[in-house]
């Protein structure tokens, strides 16, 4: 049972383009959604979260969109750089359960 | 300072054979964790400790058995190696049940 879905698998931008990744969940008990983002030999890296009472977050260049009605979120990434080239994870956690539940993961290529 | 380090960062080993991970955070938190991401990268939780106790051991098999010495240290111990085990293993840390922070990995190959 995936109780987190993302999309899409795959994503090619230009840079100065910005990619969105959706991700819906399952579990109305999630309260927490992060979003890593993992470069290639290294391990996720924490970019930026929400709680479920905001509807958005913005760090940077970085956007979380929470929809709690529609169990959705995404992350919109501005201006994307080359540098931004990654794989992006989408995350949910709930109290008392100490462990995230992922996304299956996003490969966003940003071309120069 | 590495917040989260892990050791060693790449193991081949056969079948069969008994391994060990060690990992080591320095952020002062109360809960760590074990991640494996398989080769499709998807990343799944395996086990979670609280001050040294542990508190999620997610249908793991009892070959996979980890060991806390201290709130600093999580390591996992791997009896009887199976190609299937073959993945990259995360430690993480985290203060709370919310933000946490990962390793670099583990890169395990069973040949």
């Known amino acids: 049972q995936q109780q987190v879905k993302q999309s899409p698998q795959s994503l090619i931008v230009q840079k100065g383009g910005i990619p969105i990744i959706n991700c819906a969940y399952e579990?109305?008990?999630?309260?927490?959604f992060p979003w890593y983002q993992q470069f290639p030999g290294k391990g996720p890296a924490l970019l930026i979260a929400?709680?479920?009472?905001?509807s958005e977050k913005k760090e940077g260049r970085f956007t979380i969109s929470f929809n709690k009605s529609a169990k959705q979120f995404s992350l919109h990434i501005m201006d994307s750089q080359p540098g931004d080239s990654a794989t992006y994870f989408c995350a949910a956690s709930k109290t008392g359960r100490r462990a995230l539940t992922f996304g299956s993961g996003t490969r966003l290529q940003v071309q120069p | 300072d590495t917040a989260v380090s892990q050791t060693p960062k790449y193991l081949v080993t056969q079948m069969g054979n008994d391994k060990s991970i060690k990992c080591e955070q320095n952020l002062g938190h109360d809960t760590m964790y074990w991640y494996k991401q398989d080769s499709k990268k998807f990343l799944k939780i395996m086990f979670s400790?609280?001050?040294?106790?542990?508190?999620i051991n997610e249908t793991v098999p009892n070959r996979f058995s980890p060991k806390s010495p201290d709130k600093a240290h999580l390591n996992l111990h791997i009896n009887s190696l199976e190609l299937g085990d073959s993945a990259v293993y995360f430690c993480a840390s985290g203060q709370g049940a919310y933000e946490q922070y990962f390793g670099p990995g583990t890169r395990l190959t069973v040949t």
């Open positions: 400790y609280n001050n040294k106790e542990l508190i």
């Open positions: 579990n109305t008990a999630f309260d927490y």
């Open positions: 929400i709680r479920p009472d905001v």
